[in-house]
């Protein structure tokens, strides 16, 4: 059929185009360099490309989404004894940066808007929130116990949503009863927050087809050990311990995810993707911590730290219920995730 004089303008246009000649973004050189006590990862693109960070233990992914690394890429390398290993991976989607280093790190990226460069500035980590965790868990498996008062909700049968139909999940909404947990200057109790949150999430489970399990549904105190021996007595498929965090540092935010057991990295993994991507806060990390919660369940278990309630910005939004809607609605679509590639092994 030959093709008429209209329809041959319309595709000389489409041929000239932009798109038609458009290429991949490449990431060009990576310069590393040190400055007051800071590693500066100086990395140059050309293209549309930004770098997306992940923190996954002592491990930083710096994420370039549809870009390449150019096959003249350089590196020039900067000491420092923060930094273990360089490496670069291409994907057909993605080009990653990444940085092995040898003790715990934070990191900041900016993206130099229109100069093709972002700027990853890398510093050691430096707050208590760990060392404040590890104090509250030696106090609570000190004292008293009062009898645990688990909750059950039962899924709907004839909901349109099945897609976690058998699954059986205990959530644990942290500290209650007599046991605060951090205390915002607000006068804000952990406690009140976490477990909004874990009814609001369990909530969403159940609508998906699952049997949920609330360590507490009111105001009650917990001990570690009772919880953890419930979970494992209760043949659940995942065990979720929500917290948040809290250090005498106001400026420090965002978001981190614990798990303990190799079985429960790649389940923590994929939801701390999902939180970071739900509820847009500081990537604060992956990690792996000896906590009592994660440490001695059997199932894959973590424990999560969406916000910091000594961040006033964090505070505000852990308070709102919209915020913590978001919050559940991340941890259900990362559980969904997880079971479709479980299904998928």
Same mark, same amino acid.
């Given at each position: 059929m030959r093709m008429g004089s209209k329809a041959l303008f319309l595709l000389f246009l489409?041929?000239?185009?932009?798109?038609? +000649?458009?290429s991949p973004a490449q990431i060009l050189q990576i310069e590393i360099s040190r400055d007051r006590g800071f590693d500066y990862f100086d990395i140059s693109t050309c293209g549309e490309t930004k770098a997306?960070?992940?923190l996954l233990d002592n491990q930083l992914q710096v994420?370039?989404?549809?870009? #390449?690394?150019?096959?003249?890429?350089?590196?020039s390398k900067g000491r420092s004894r923060r930094i273990k290993a360089i490496r670069l991976e291409q994907t057909s989607s993605e080009a990653r940066v990444i940085i092995d280093f040898t003790q715990p790190i934070d990191y900041d990226i900016v993206n130099v808007f229109?100069?093709?460069?972002?700027i990853i500035e890398i510093f050691d980590r430096f707050d208590q929130a760990e060392q404040i965790m590890a104090a509250w868990e030696k106090a609570n498996l000190a004292t008293r116990r009062?009898?645990?008062?688990?909750?059950?909700? %039962?899924?709907?049968?004839?909901?349109?949503?099945?897609?976690?139909?058998?699954?059986? +999940?205990?959530?644990? /909404?942290?500290?209650?009863?007599?046991?605060?947990?951090?205390? #915002?200057?607000?006068?804000?109790?952990?406690?009140?927050?976490?477990?909004?949150?874990?009814?609001?999430?369990?909530?969403?489970?159940?609508? #998906?087809?699952?049997?949920?399990?609330?360590?507490?549904n009111d105001d009650r105190t917990k001990h570690l050990q009772d919880i953890?021996?419930?979970?494992?007595?209760?043949?659940?498929?995942? +065990?979720? %311990?929500?917290?948040?965090?809290?250090?005498?540092?106001?400026?420090?935010?965002?978001?981190?995810?614990?798990?303990?057991? /190799?079985?429960?990295? /790649?389940?923590a993994l994929i939801l701390h993707e999902s939180l970071l991507a739900g509820i847009e806060r500081k990537d604060r990390g992956l990690r792996r #911590?000896?906590?009592?919660?994660?440490?001695?369940?059997?199932?894959?278990?973590?424990?999560?730290? /969406?916000?910091y309630l000594s961040n006033d910005k964090e505070l505000k939004l852990a308070g709102s219920p919209d915020f913590q809607y978001q919050l559940a609605k991340s941890i259900v679509k990362g559980v969904k995730t997880y079971f479709r590639g479980q299904s998928n092994k």
């Open positions: 489409i041929l000239l185009s932009p798109v038609a +000649f458009a997306k960070g992940m994420i370039f989404k549809d870009a #390449a690394l150019s096959p003249d890429i350089k590196i229109g100069r093709g460069k972002s009062q009898l645990l008062k688990p909750y059950k909700l %039962s899924p709907d049968p004839a909901g349109k949503d099945q897609s976690l139909a058998g699954k059986i +999940f205990v959530l644990d /909404p942290g500290h209650g009863g007599l046991d605060p947990g951090a205390i #915002a200057r607000d006068g804000s109790w952990e406690k009140n927050l976490t477990l909004a949150v874990a009814q609001k999430t369990a909530l969403l489970l159940q609508g #998906a087809g699952a049997t949920v399990y609330l360590t507490r953890v021996d419930y979970a494992n007595g209760s043949k659940c498929d995942i +065990f979720i %311990s929500i917290h948040y965090n809290f250090t005498s540092q106001s400026e420090i935010g965002g978001t981190e995810t614990y798990y303990y057991n /190799p079985q429960s990295r /790649p389940l #911590a000896m906590y009592y919660a994660v440490h001695h369940t059997t199932m894959p278990a973590v424990l999560l730290e /969406p916000v």
